[in-house]
């Protein structure tokens, strides 16, 4: 892969780290306001059943959310480790060892495997 090539994707992947953390910081800033806010010292009105099972359903989602973020960000990171580990051997599919493609990396640049590879994964068949 050409240098401009690797340095292209470097920037993109450091440009969707850098959008990944914003989104975890402002998970953990809803986390902390729910938090104060849910028991119940903010206001002088006792929270109604329904009202409390909303809001802990709004939490275990934005829990999700979060949780998935910070999956996105630890493949992100593995991507960035394997760009600077071996910079001549990114954008090989770690299953077949064959060339992932600039067109897949373009769209996915944390990817690491081939289309093919990655179908096989996705449907079970054995490798």
């Known amino acids: 892969m050409k240098k401009k090539d690797l340095n292209q994707l470097e920037d993109r992947l450091l440009t969707m780290r850098e959008r990944a953390l914003k989104e975890l910081a402002n998970y953990d800033e809803s986390f ?6 849910s028991d119940g010292d903010l206001s002088a ?13 709004e939490r275990e989602k934005a829990f999700l959310f979060a949780s998935k973020e910070g999956r996105y960000l630890y493949h992100i990171d593995e991507a960035l480790r394997r760009l600077y580990r071996a910079p001549k051997k990114f954008g090989e599919c770690e299953d077949c060892g064959d060339d992932i493609g600039m067109e897949r990396l373009e769209a996915l640049p944390h ?16 490798r």
Do not use: N, P, V
């Open 45 to 57: 009105y006792s929270f109604h059943m329904a009202d409390q099972g909303t809001d802990a359903m």
């Open 111 to 126: 990817t690491r495997l081939c289309i093919k590879c990655k179908e096989k994964e996705e449907t079970g068949a054995s």
């Open 32 to 37: 902390a306001s729910s938090l104060q806010a």
